[in-house]
């Protein structure tokens, strides 16, 4: 059974940072593309960062490059979204993602979600 669980969130004030992390089990998470999305309400899922298998491919929205990093340990089949500089409009629930597909940041091209983290920051 295949489970993403994030962890990492919480609540901070503008110019601060986090790191959110996703575990992967009942798969062999180096086999796919990883990636994290966002929702805030009332809004659509919205991609935010993706890696390749290797983790020597990223990509990331316009709106968190320069301030947000994706990473993996294949090893530990860990996914990483390191983020500084936050702002209140990164405020929404964070997902893990991992897909078998194009590694870009389109939710179609994912197959296993995670459940969540929530990210608060105030201003």
């Known amino acids: 059974q295949v489970q993403l669980v994030e962890s990492g969130g919480g609540s901070v004030q503008a110019g601060g940072s986090l790191r959110l992390s996703c575990v992967a089990s009942?798969?062999?998470?180096?086999?796919?593309?990883m990636a994290w999305f966002r929702q805030a309400p009332g809004k659509e899922r919205e991609g935010v960062a993706a890696?390749?298998?290797?983790?020597?491919?990223?990509t990331y929205a316009d709106s968190v490059k320069g301030r947000f990093t994706i990473s993996r340990d294949n090893a530990k089949n860990t996914l990483y979204l390191q983020m500084i500089s936050l702002k209140p409009e990164d405020t929404a629930m964070y997902y893990c993602?991992?897909?078998?597909?194009?590694?870009?940041?389109?939710?179609?091209?994912?197959?296993?979600w995670g459940q969540g983290t929530q990210v608060t920051v105030s201003s």
């Open positions: 009942g798969y062999t998470a180096s086999s796919t593309c």
């Open positions: 993602a991992a897909g078998f597909g194009p590694c870009n940041v389109a939710v179609a091209h994912y197959n296993y």
């Open positions: 890696l390749n298998t290797g983790g020597s491919s990223a």
